[in-house]
């Protein structure tokens, strides 16, 4: 029942978070009267749900993803480790946004569920080997750990080179309408070409 006014406009940036972002600073810099608020709607509301939804289904994710490792492997500590190479990912993921001038928006995020996926896939190919090293023909950690880099390394490079190129007309905006997919493209890169560095570093 209270007395409202909306002001409404056209985003024309493609950068559309950093619009938000500015008019929100000019909102909070206002100094209204007293029992007098502003607000953001509309799309920026929108994505706000949006981004909450889409970091629920991160956590559900990996809670699924951790849980079927527990019950296929026998083990909780091994599950963990490999969910410990996702941090690996993301250090590829937001510099790659970062230096082509694009924002975590709603694309990005969904670059990182697909990231959550593919990297977990390449270490449990790497891990899986090594367990198997240890427990079928007896060698230690560490020769076990050489192997398994030996021999799954490879593979594991060829796979992320292969979606990185497949992903490459996308992220450099080939084709009508390729706008929006851009992020998603660019975070899927940047965090398969740190992430096998990294782990072939790593063992």
Do not use: C, W
Not at 40 to 48: D, I, N, S, T
Not at 92 to 102: E, N, Q, S
Not at 126 to 131: A, P, Q
């Amino acid at each position: 029942g209270n007395r409202s006014a909306e002001v409404s406009a056209a985003i024309t940036d493609p950068n559309f978070g950093a619009v938000n972002m500015e008019v929100q600073t000019m909102l909070d810099g206002l100094e209204l009267p007293t029992g007098v608020e502003a607000s953001l709607g509309g799309a920026a509301e929108q994505q706000q749900e949006s981004f909450a939804g889409i970091l629920t289904a991160m956590v559900i994710a990996v809670a699924l993803v951790y849980v079927s490792m527990v019950i296929t492997f026998g083990s909780l500590l091994t599950p963990f480790v490999i969910l410990l190479t996702l941090p690996l990912a993301a250090i590829g993921a937001f510099p790659a946004l970062a230096l082509t001038g694009r924002e975590l928006g709603l694309p990005a995020m969904l670059g990182l569920l697909m990231l959550i996926g593919i990297v977990v896939t390449n270490a449990i190919v790497m891990l899986e080997f090594v367990e198997r090293l240890k427990r079928e023909d007896g060698l230690n950690t560490m020769q076990a750990l050489k192997q398994g880099a030996e021999t799954r390394l490879r593979p594991i490079l060829m796979t992320s080179i292969a979606t990185m190129l497949g992903l490459l007309p996308m992220a450099l905006g080939i084709g009508e309408g390729s706008e929006l997919q851009v992020p998603l493209a660019r975070v899927v890169i940047g965090g398969l070409h740190i992430f096998p560095n990294a782990q072939a570093v790593a063992v």
